[in-house]
Structure formats: structure tokens, C-alpha cells
């Protein structure tokens, strides 16, 4: 607002205008046109900042929009898919030993879950393979995959081609065959589970990219407005200029709407990680080992005392000095303490709870197995491996505590995997609409500028 002593603009500049010597001969720039170029170049200046911000908060929101998207629709799914190869092929190892160990013929039930196993890990393989897209690294764990498992296959239906005839040379293409799955294949898997674990970490991170520029660009962009602002103030007596204070309105708009959105983003990341991503690694590991130690356990049963160096990867080896090595059982329990540790709800808790409990159990069940093969009562042994007859064991037997915890993990997994796909979602959702808004609010910042010192400008003519 005018003061009511102020002159009008133009008999103010005329006045000026007439008080102005001439140096060196000519007549010297009048302070109207003085400050006129100047706020030519002041508007210029913060309509560009205001574009400016514009672009690099899009593009901001942008990288960290493809880095959640990739983490709910590619690293999330072929991780998945890794997790699930991983596990059917170890299925598939577990329940192949399982059926050596009955006599004759091998029961549907287990034959069913063999080649159910196969076809899992067949589809989950495709699956991979057409994710991948040019991930060089997976591709080529998942090319030695495809190029064992048929050799795989071949040695297991020749391992229980003589097992059926009695033949006791069935043993050796079994534990062929069982060592070519944890020697060369499940390698293969665990690698491209690794890299497709680097690959999610990645886009997590890229989805809560701080953004620095965005922030830099709007904080000086705020001071600029707010100096141009109180600077005209002075030098017209006027409270405040409308152009000017909508674009700084813009601005404050813009950084609060992206802060609250980018905080939101952030949560739900942090929520995919801890309630998801990071319980099924964990959770998956653990299923793992558990039926690797469920392969030692067969195999040592199998072999009938040739093969007592599997129970060593079962139970872990300690040497004369006094150094031990853990077998698959303590590394089994520890990461079943791990996905305890990192379950953050109830449902979460419980299940990792029961999956260890049943861990605890099987173990003692495995224990006493191995008791009464060393006592010579190898029937009692098999019937406790296998889950048949009625010895009257004292407590379940080991293919019962086994599958319960089998069961309890599925469970668990599913829970986790269906939290991070719900948080991975949330995340990727939580910018929708920010980038049309930003570049909205960018011009309309840009627009209240030009048109609010337009008119102060339009004041010297």
C-alpha cells in the first residue's frame, strides 16, 4: 500500500530524470531505467529458479518412483522367484533321499512331491529367466541351473532304477547325484539369490534417495523471493507484492507436499525391508538349511555307516584344538533366532516362535535317531526318519517334527513376502500425482513472478 505522501511514479522519475548531470558528455542513465533493467533481470532470474525447481524436483521424484517400482515389480519378483527355484531344488534333493530309504517300490505320496519339486523348479527357472532381462550375472547362474538339473534328474532315476532292483550301486549315482544338487546347482541358485538381493537393496535405496538438489534449489530459491520481497518493500513503501508472495506460497506448497509424500515413502520402504524382504531372506535361509540337514540325515541313514561324514555336515565338526565348526543344524537354529529377531508384528513373531520350537524338536528327534542306529536297532532309526509304524518313541518322531516345521515356515514366508508386497506397493503409490503437481506449481510460481514484478516494472514507462 502507497503511503499517502508518495508522489506518482512517473513525476517522481521525471523529477529524477531532470537531476541527472551528463558525465563525460553524455547524459547518464536515470535511476528509473536503472532499476528497470534491474528488475527485468531480478524476474528473469526468479522465473528460471522457479522452472528450475520444477525440473529437478520431477526428475528427484522420478528416480526415486522407477527405484520403488523396480523394488515392487522386478527385484521384489525375481527374488521371489530365486527363493522359490532355491527351495523347490532342495526339496527335490531332500525328498529323493527320503524315497531311497523305503524298501521297493517309492510311495506316491513322496514320488508326487519329487516331481512336483521338478516342475516348481522348472517354472520358477522360466519365470526367472524371462525377468532377468539383461542381468548378465543371473542369466548366467541361472544358464548353469538349466544345464545341471537334466544331469540331475538322470542320476536320481538311476539311483532309484537299482534301488528298486536291490541293487546296492544305487548308493553311489544317490550321493552322486546329491552332490552334484549341493556342490554345483544349489550354488548356482544361492548366487543368483545374492545378486538379486543386491539388486533389491539397490532400489530400495534409490527409492529413498534424498534430494539434495531439490532442497538446495528451493532453499535458495525461498531466500531470493524473500529478499527481492522485503528489498521492494522498502524501496516502494509497500507492504508486499501479490505476485511475489503466491510464488513463495508455491514454493513452501511444493516443499511441504513432497516432504510429507517423500516421508511417507520412506516409511513404507523401511516397513517392505524389515517386515519383508529382510524376514524372508532369513526365513528362506532357514528353510534351506533345514533341508539340507533333512538331506544329511537321509544319507547318513542311507549309507549305514559309509557315509557318517554327512552326519559331520549335520551335526558340525570340532577339531583337536578345540575350533568348531557348525553343521547345518546350529546354522539352522541360529538364522531360525535371526528371523525371530527380525519379526516386528504378532502373526510374524508367533509363526518364527513355532518354527523354532519344532526346530528344537526335531533336533532332539534326530538324536535320539542317531541313538538307535548306533544301537544297532537301524528299523527304529528308519521308522523315526520316515514317520512309520508306532515304536513307541517317546515324543514325535523326526519326519513329523520336520514337517511341522516345514509347515511353520511356508507360513512365515508367505506372511513376510505378502508384507512386503503390500509395503513395496504403498511405497511406490506414495508419489502419485507429486510430479504433475510439482510442474504445476512450478509454472504457476514462474507465472506469479513475471506478473508480479511485471507491474512494478511496468511502473518506470
Known amino acids: 500500500m502507497t503511503t499517502a505522501s508518495a508522489q506518482a511514479p512517473t513525476q517522481v522519475l521525471a523529477a529524477q530524470r531532470a537531476a541527472v548531470p551528463a558525465v563525460s558528455g553524455r547524459p547518464a542513465k536515470p535511476p528509473g531505467q536503472r532499476t528497470d533493467r534491474r528488475l527485468v533481470r531480478v524476474r528473469a532470474a526468479l522465473a528460471a529458479g522457479a522452472l528450475l525447481f520444477g525440473a529437478v524436483g520431477i526428475i528427484g521424484t522420478q528416480v526415486r518412483a522407477d527405484g520403488a517400482g523396480d523394488a515392487k515389480s522386478h527385484s521384489g519378483v525375481l527374488i521371489q522367484q530365486a527363493e522359490q527355484l532355491y527351495h523347490s531344488l532342495s526339496d527335490a534333493d531332500a525328498t529323493s533321499t527320503t524315497i531311497y530309504l523305503h524298501v521297493g517300490e517309492a510311495p506316491p505320496d513322496l514320488l508326487g512331491t519329487y516331481n512336483s519339486d521338478l ?16 542381468d548378465t550375472a543371473a542369466k548366467d547362474a541361472l544358464g548353469a541351473i538349466a544345464a545341471q538339473l537334466p544331469q540331475y534328474v538322470k542320476l536320481n532315476a538311476t ?8 541293487y546296492p550301486v544305487g548308493f553311489r549315482y544317490l550321493t552322486q547325484a546329491s552332490s552334484l544338487m549341493q556342490g554345483t546347482i544349489l550354488p548356482a541358485a544361492q548366487k543368483l539369490s545374492d ?59 511444493s516443499l511441504v507436499w513432497a516432504g510429507v509424500d517423500m516421508t511417507v515413502q520412506n516409511s513404507h520402504e523401511d516397513d517392505a525391508a524389515k517386515r519383508g524382504s ?23 541313514l ?45 502373526p510374524g513373531q508367533k509363526l518364527a516362535a513355532a518354527a523354532a520350537s519344532d526346530e528344537a524338536a526335531w533336533h532332539k528327534q534326530h538324536q535320539d535317531l542317531r541313538a ?27 519326519a513329523e517334527s520336520f514337517t511341522a516345521l516345514q509347515s511353520d515356515l511356508d507360513q512365515a514366508i508367505k506372511h513376510a513376502e505378502a508384507s512386503f508386497t503390500s509395503e513395496a506397493a504403498d511405497g511406490a503409490g506414495a508419489l502419485a500425482g507429486l510430479e504433475i503437481g510439482l510442474g504445476v506449481l512450478a509454472l504457476a510460481m514462474a507465472g506469479a513472478v513475471v506478473r508480479g514484478l511485471g507491474r512494478r516494472i511496468a511502473e518506470y514507462h
Open 119 to 134: 516342475q516348481k523348479a522348472q517354472a520358477a527357472l522360466l519365470a526367472a529367466t524371462n525377468e532377468a532381462g539383461g
Open 159 to 166: 539311483a532309484a532304477a537299482n534301488n528298486l532292483l536291490g
Open 195 to 253: 545378486t538379486e538381493a543386491k539388486n533389491l537393496a539397490s532400489a530400495e535405496s534409490t527409492a529413498k534417495q534424498f534430494p539434495w538438489l531439490m532442497i538446495a534449489v528451493g532453499v535458495a530459491l525461498l531466500i531470493a523471493l524473500l529478499v527481492v520481497q522485503v528489498r521492494e518493500s522498502r524501496r516502494t513503501n509497500r507492504t508486499f507484492n501479490l505476485g511475489l508472495l503466491g510464488a513463495t506460497a508455491g514454493l513452501v506448497l
Open 278 to 300: 529382510d524376514q524372508v531372506s532369513a526365513l528362506a535361509t532357514a528353510r534351506i538349511l533345514s533341508l539340507q540337514a533333512r538331506t544329511d540325515e537321509m544319507l547318513t
Open 302 to 346: 542311507v549309507g549305514r555307516g559309509t557315509a557318517d561324514d554327512k552326519e559331520a555336515d549335520y551335526a558340525g565338526v570340532t577339531a583337536a584344538d578345540g575350533t568348531h565348526t557348525p553343521g547345518t543344524e546350529e546354522l539352522l537354529a541360529q538364522e531360525l533366532k535371526n528371523a525371530g529377531g527380525l519379526a516386528t508384528d504378532t
Open 372 to 398: 538307535f542306529d548306533q544301537q544297532n536297532q537301524y528299523e527304529k532309526a528308519v521308522d523315526s526318519a520316515l514317520g512309520q509304524h508306532d515304536f513307541t518313541a517317546p515324543a514325535a518322531s523326526a
